[in-house]
Every structure is written in structure tokens, then in C-alpha cells.
């Protein structure tokens, strides 16, 4: 029940925390930007993905409420891995912005326009959508032998231990597209900023100090997603055999961490956001 309680505060403080980034950057039009845009996406992103099934987890740790039906089951599996496949490509997408931006500072705005950037956002979308729905429609397609999932929520691997078929074909199959989906963004991502490292060498001091302070939010929001999902990769692919509530743990860390940890990177260490947000402080402050 505790622990139900503390999963509902930090959701609900960290969907607010998203939706007043998201507020921000479509309110103020001087944030009408290709990197402003990404951290809008990535807002999204974090809602979608936390929305997907920390609900459903409070209801059950919460309201006692266990049951869910077929369709909704599947809904939710679909917007569950939408989520964590856009916020791997929405990452990757922020890390090459940071590289154009750094490598061709001058050229950067006639590269990356915003028209660009909500095209290749776009792309994101499709790309993850269309991975996803051929994960639903094979799992479809299967015969189910039994109605009772083991994890709080239905996500891919739950809904399959419900049917009647051979696992490690379907598992090892998945694992090889998360793994190359996984690794190869995080590689990416990974080049990026190393490519960025040189060119800060190169740079002058002031020009150090702003590329430091315009990458540093990413690095951290990178780290807050790759790192919990890491650990849950090796854990649970390498032998390493968790508890129910361990497993549990794992998943609402790797879910809700992220998703409470991006808006406020954004909040405070964003030049414009945080003046923004103390801005409205300040006038709260005066006028109470």
C-alpha cells in the first residue's frame, strides 16, 4: 500500500513536471527550436511511456484491482514498448542535434530547421509504431493457454507466457531486435559525444564551458534511461534469477526514473526554461 502511495506522488509529479515543459516550449515562441522541439518529443515520450502502465501498477499495489481484459491488455502492451523504443530513438535523435550543433555551430540552423526537426520526429514515430505493431500482430496470432499474467502490468513477455507455444524461440527473436535497438542507439549516441569530446578539446575556453553546459543535460538524461535499463537487461538475460518484487522494482526504476528525472534536467539546467520557471515564482511570490 505504502509503496503503491510513493508510485502515485512521483507519477503524478512527474507527469505534471512534463507537462510544464511541454507547456513552456509551445507557449513561449522564442523556444520554437530544433532543440526545444526534441525536448518536447521526449516530454511525450516520457508521458506515453510512464502513462503505459504505472496506472495500472498503482491499481493494482493500491485498489487491490488485478483484472484486465484481452483488448486493453494488448493496448497497453503496444504503448508500452512504443515507449521504450521512442525513448531510445528520442535520445539518439537529441545526441545528434548536439552534434550538428557543436560540429557546425554557424551552419546548424540552415541543417537542422524546425520543419527538419518535426520531420524526423515524424520518422521516429512511424519507425517505432511499425516495430511494435509486428510484435502485437505475432503475439495475436498465437493461441493462449492461460489467463494470468506474471508481472503488474501487460508488456510483451507477460502476455507471451500466456500462451501455449515454445518460449525461447519468441524470446531469443525479441531479444535480438531489443539488443541491436538498444546497443545501436546507445553506440550512436556514444560517438556522438565523443566526436563532441574532441571538438571541445579544440574549442576555446568559453567556447568549452557553453558546449559543456549544452551537452551535459543530455548526458545526464541518457545515463538516467541506458543505465536502469542496462542493469535490467543483464539481470534478467544473463542467469541472474529475481524475485517477483525485485523484478517489480526493476521495472517501475526503469520506468518512472526516467520519466521523472528528464523534466526537471530540462527544468533546471536549460537557461531558458529555468528563467522561465522563476519567472512565475516570482510573480507567484509577489502577488501572494
Not at 18 to 34: A, E, G, Q, T
Not at 75 to 93: D, K, T
Not at 188 to 207: E, T
Amino acid at each position: 500500500m505504502l509503496v503503491g502511495v510513493v508510485i502515485l506522488i512521483t507519477y503524478v509529479l512527474a507527469i505534471l513536471a512534463n507537462i510544464l515543459n511541454i507547456f513552456f516550449i509551445i507557449v513561449d515562441k522564442r523556444l520554437h527550436k530544433p532543440m526545444y522541439f526534441l525536448i518536447c518529443n521526449l516530454a511525450v515520450v516520457d508521458i506515453l511511456y510512464a502513462s503505459s502502465s504505472i496506472p495500472t501498477m498503482i491499481g493494482v499495489l493500491v485498489a487491490g484491482i488485478n483484472t484486465i481484459s484481452y483488448v486493453p491488455c494488448l493496448v497497453q502492451m503496444f504503448a508500452v514498448h512504443l515507449g521504450m523504443v521512442m525513448e531510445m530513438l528520442a535520445l539518439s535523435a537529441m545526441a545528434f542535434d548536439r552534434l550538428i550543433a557543436v560540429s557546425y555551430p554557424f551552419q546548424y540552423h540552415s541543417y537542422l530547421t524546425n520543419v527538419r526537426t518535426f520531420v524526423l520526429i515524424c520518422i521516429l514515430w512511424v519507425v517505432a509504431c511499425s516495430f511494435v505493431a509486428q510484435l502485437l500482430v505475432g503475439l495475436v496470432s498465437l493461441p493462449h493457454c492461460s489467463s494470468k499474467l506474471q508481472y503488474t502490468y501487460c508488456d510483451y513477455a507477460a502476455i507471451l507466457r500466456t500462451t501455449c507455444v515454445d518460449l525461447t524461440h519468441y524470446f531469443n527473436m525479441v531479444s535480438i531486435v531489443y539488443f541491436f535497438i538498444y546497443f545501436s542507439t546507445l553506440i550512436l549516441i556514444c560517438l556522438s559525444y565523443l566526436y563532441i569530446l574532441f571538438v571541445v578539446k579544440l574549442s576555446s575556453n568559453n567556447d568549452k564551458q557553453k558546449m559543456g553546459s549544452t551537452c551535459l543535460s543530455h548526458l545526464m538524461v541518457v545515463t538516467g534511461y541506458y543505465l536502469p535499463s542496462f542493469i535490467r537487461v543483464v539481470l534478467t538475460r544473463f542467469g541472474v534469477v529475481l524475485t517477483l518484487e525485485a523484478s517489480h522494482g526493476i521495472m517501475i526504476g526503469t520506468i518512472l526514473g526516467p520519466t521523472f528525472l528528464n523534466p526537471v534536467v530540462y527544468c533546471f539546467r536549460t537557461k531558458e526554461i529555468k528563467c522561465k520557471l522563476f519567472n512565475i515564482f516570482k510573480k507567484v511570490a509577489i502577488s501572494s
